[in-house]
């Protein structure tokens, strides 16, 4: 199994930043990818950014592409999420996750972290 521990949500005005880390222990050598996601209030969780365990590939959802950037550090097995100029509708509950898959499919995503809450207030 692979634990994943979120951090450095809360609140902040909009066109502020946070930077959302996650890091991961226990089996991580069957880790192909990570990802964030984000759940709304009412709404269902989402596709946010993902990249992969070894190389530099990055994926974003069309929403967050260019305020956003996922980044990884392998010797601490963190990835972070930077979160520029951020908008009331980035409001959400973020999750990291990880899929032993090339997937960025929301099901296809093995184990979850607990979530932080970053809230962007106008």
């Known amino acids: 199994q692979v634990q994943l521990v979120e951090s450095g949500g809360g609140l902040v005005q909009a066109g502020g930043s946070l930077t959302l880390s996650c890091a991961a222990s226990?089996?991580?050598?069957?880790?192909?990818?990570m990802g964030w996601f984000r759940q709304a209030p009412g709404k269902e969780r989402k596709f946010v950014a993902a990249?992969?365990?070894?190389?530099?590939?990055?994926y974003y959802a069309d929403s967050v592409r260019g305020r956003f950037t996922i980044s990884r550090d392998n010797a601490k097995n963190t990835v972070y999420l930077q979160m520029n100029s951020l908008k009331p509708e980035d409001t959400a509950v973020y999750y990291c996750?990880?899929?032993?898959?090339?997937?960025?499919?929301?099901?296809?995503?093995?184990?979850w972290g607990q979530g932080t809450q970053v809230t962007v207030s106008s």
């Open positions: 226990g089996r991580t050598f069957g880790v192909y990818m």
């Open positions: 990249m992969r365990w070894t190389g530099n590939s990055t």
């Open positions: 996750a990880t899929t032993s898959k090339a997937t960025l499919r929301e099901s296809g995503y093995d184990y």
